[in-house]
């Protein structure tokens, strides 16, 4: 601007700030806008300079902590959290600043703090954190928001609880039904060996009596039958059944399965046919024993179906992986108007329907069984209907080959351990009868006692290559003996074989500890007690060379 001399007085600068204003404002607003939201969430929303300074906090703190906001930014970490919680949020502290320094940007972080009320007390809390960075890559600040979740931790400590005492629970009904399950065995076993001795001395003329004990024969092979699928079934839902690792023969299994149907089998007459598809192996490697009990309980469940009809036992070859066949082993049951009716669910799975509540129990935990012992061979339970409307169950099973030809030991029966001395130790009469009459026959001197106790002082006083000790006994258990025994240092060498009726994994390593050598898990046959014994017994004598 010029005076009327047209002298310069001073010079007009416009500029139109009508944008700036309009970004503070929108600026203000946004600011208001967050604030109202922090201020009224139920969560606790905070800001953290790049000091390590809290330039934040939301009123919700004052009804998680019972602090107000400007007492909860001037709290010391230490004060604001537990111990724990707080090295957790200085490790992070410490993450972000070395980020910082690296030039890189640093990570969020997600995780449950323990925070402390005002009144000492302490609640969990699930913490977001997120570093705020400018354009220069320089961090600002970090914003982070709390929220509690006590009531949440409540129920997970409460569903934790559940499970443990579920599992509490099963494992209790497991131990429970692996006692009635040993006691049904050793009561069969005792029965048997009575029986055995009791038919010789039958007579011929009299068929009446000779009927009646096969029958009851056969009743005690079907009772020792049932409890071992007992005892195994708790041992498949603990995880304690361990299968063996032998080679066989595939004709061998077909054999010990008829006359294992020959003595437990329901029905009288019905007989199994097999065949064999060409080109089908006859040398594996697994557990032919528990081949055979899987296909016994298919059997079980198909004669019921059939009533009595007859059963078919088919192998046919799936293909084969380098040294593993996968083969499938069908039975079929030919329905009759006796048996049970049989439809296909929803799932395409195979069901019996019976109208005997406890045929189709008996049905449904035979076919549990053989899946579960599909499954631990690496293989599964298959089921479909034939043309005929005829169950047709199979296992598919992936078996390792063995081209080399099976070693047959000699029976354990026909081989001798003269001078050989055993001690015997448990609280059953019946179970120290069988053993000694098992090793008996391969002349080995079986002595017997009823509890540690008497155990302790016949083997202070006798040389024994080996004993067999019961763990659960009266006056004196197993491991209390087992513990007396090893402080001796004459005895310290002895192999002590546990006698348990649980064989659970995670007691193995407490019974070695205190001086087992190894462990029998009862109910046992002869050729699982000879498995055992002749690990610890020097090399035996043949029947000829005895005679010789």
Known sequence: MRDSQDELLWIYIVKDLADKIDAQTQLRVSEQRHRVVADSARDVIWSMSALGEITYVSPAVEKLRGVTPSEAMKMPLHETLTPESAEISIAYFQQVAKAVQCGKTPESFQGELE???????????ECLSFPLMDASGNLVE?????RDISERKYYEECLLQARTQAEMANTTKSRFLSQIGLALQTSSKDFLLHLSQTESRLSGGDELALQSFQKAQKSANFLGSMSQDILDLTRLESGDLVLVREAFQLSEVFKALNLSWAHVGPVPGVSIITNVATGVPDHYWGDS???VQAMLNLLWAAVQCSGQGSLMLNVARLERDRDFENLLLTVYAQPTEQGCSVQSNADGQIQAQCGVFEQQRSIDWHLAISKQLALLMGGDLQSDLDADGGPVWGLKLRLQTSDAAVDLTPDPLTRSWPGTRILVVDDHRSIRDIVRHVLELSQVTVDAAENGLMAVEMLES??????LMDLQMPVMGGMDATRRIRKQERLQN?????????????????WKSDGMTDYLAKPFDSEQLWTVVQRYLSAPKDAHQLKN
Do not use: C, M, N, Q
Not at 142 to 146: C, L, S
Not at 462 to 467: C, E, R, S
Not at 494 to 510: H, N, Q, S
């Open 142 to 146: 970090i914003v982070g928001v709390t």
């Open 462 to 467: 006798t040389v024994y290559d080996l004993v």
């Open 494 to 510: 002895v192999p002590i074989v546990a006698l348990t009726a649980t064989g659970f994994e995670d007691e193995k390593d407490r």
């Open 115 to 125: 925070y402390f009320r005002k009144d000492g007390s302490t609640f969990w809390t």
């Open 289 to 291: 024993s528990r081949l």
